[in-house]
């Protein structure tokens, strides 16, 4: 397969959700995109013609969840099937922010849409996927063909050393404790403490929603026509809550936990480190927790941001001084809407993912110096 990989040709192509990162990625190869027309027909469906041969290649498809999310899928899958058909050697998915990867656990009655996705991908002809920060390192097991997780935080930890004044004088923050294992990994690599957030900021009970399981039995129409059924049996007494005592009780579970920092942030500078902004308004809620403990300077961190455009307002009036995104997504014009958002240009590794996979390279490489809570 090794050898394979390095006697044949490759061929570089986009979609339409990041055409802008996919132009970096091919410029650091010293290679070009491959000729590829992707559109959208009149009905809404999704139109692909490779127009240069795939045969015998090794086909590398670079496709973001951005903008219009199943449009940006139907796409990825259309295209992996044309090269399939067009007897492609092998065809690798190159997608930094995997779409519906919060969608990763069954909820409720809910279905889980990741592994949906995943087998949608290996029937479509995929062989291998490069992705980014996957928000559950999990989700790499509902793949049945092989998946590199790469890992932003090397670029991160770069911009902190070489952009933020006096970053000695830190603290890494974690605003709930499921973050904190990432926390910690990048806290370690500075030489930093970390300050963890236990407690909810917000009202749980909106999140709560009724669905209907712990709703009262149906009152009976007349309980002198069906007499209680007779067993042999011993019988057997149950403490039963009547549907009042059940909902008090639910009251008094879903109430707010107090809100508790374990760490001291005063007089120093506050850095908030996640995988993903998909919400502005709890990462706003954190810095004014932050500001009034003592915190001088606050940026938010995180490899992707999925938050939209019309919360750029929000972030221009909270106490974060700068927020710091890779360009896993298209939010370029973000920054000339909002003066606090920088972005981190992660297409190098990406791009020596490709190559690296393309010559039958070890991938291990660009796995060093990670630690495992990474």
């Known amino acids: 397969m090794v050898e394979a990989a390095r006697g044949s040709g490759i061929a570089i192509f986009t979609g339409n959700s990041h055409p802008t990162l996919a132009d970096l990625i091919v410029k650091k190869m010293g290679n070009k995109l491959s000729d590829c027309e992707v559109i959208t027909t009149a009905p809404g469906e999704t139109l692909v013609q490779i127009k240069e041969s795939v045969r015998g290649k090794n086909v590398f498809i670079i496709q973001s969840g951005a903008g219009q999310v199943n449009t940006s899928i139907m796409e990825l899958l259309i295209m992996t099937y044309a090269c399939k058909t067009s007897c492609a050697l092998q065809i690798i998915a190159v997608v930094p922010y995997l779409p519906y990867s919060k969608q990763s656990r069954l909820r409720k009655r809910g279905a889980i849409p990741c592994k949906l996705l995943a087998q949608m991908m290996k029937r479509s002809g995929v062989n291998h996927v490069i992705t980014m920060d996957l928000h559950q390192k999990e989700i790499q097991g509902f793949f049945d063909f092989p998946i590199d997780n790469l890992r ?58 009724d669905d209907q399981r712990h709703s009262p039995p149906p009152p009976s129409r007349d309980s002198s026509i069906s007499p209680p059924l007779q067993s042999n049996r011993r019988s057997v007494s149950y403490s039963i809550f009547t549907w009042e005592e059940r909902s008090r009780e639910s009251e008094r579970c879903s109430v707010a936990v107090p809100v508790n920092v374990v760490g001291d942030v005063g007089g120093r500078i506050a850095i908030i480190i996640d995988d993903e902004i998909d919400e502005l308004e ?19 961190m995180a490899t992707h941001g999925t938050f939209p455009e019309e919360a750029l307002p929000q972030l221009e009036q909270s106490p974060i001084d700068e927020m710091v995104i890779t360009n896993t997504l298209p939010i370029e014009t973000f920054v000339e809407k909002c003066s606090k958002i920088k972005i981190v240009d992660v297409s190098l590794m990406l791009a020596e993912g490709i190559r690296r996979i393309h010559n039958g390279e070890s991938m291990s490489y660009l796995f060093r110096d990670v630690p495992l809570g990474d």
Do not use: W
């Open 152 to 209: 932003a935080s090397p670029f991160l930890l770069q911009y902190i050393r070489e952009k933020i004044p006096d970053y000695c004088n830190a603290v890494v923050v974690a605003r709930h404790p499921e973050t904190a294992k990432r926390v910690t990994s990048y806290a370690e690599r500075l030489g930093l403490g970390i300050a963890v957030i236990h407690g909810s900021l917000t009202d749980r009970r909106h999140s709560e929603e």
């Open 282 to 300: 709890p990462f706003v809620l954190v810095a004014k927790l932050l500001k009034d403990l003592g915190a001088y300077k606050i940026y938010a």
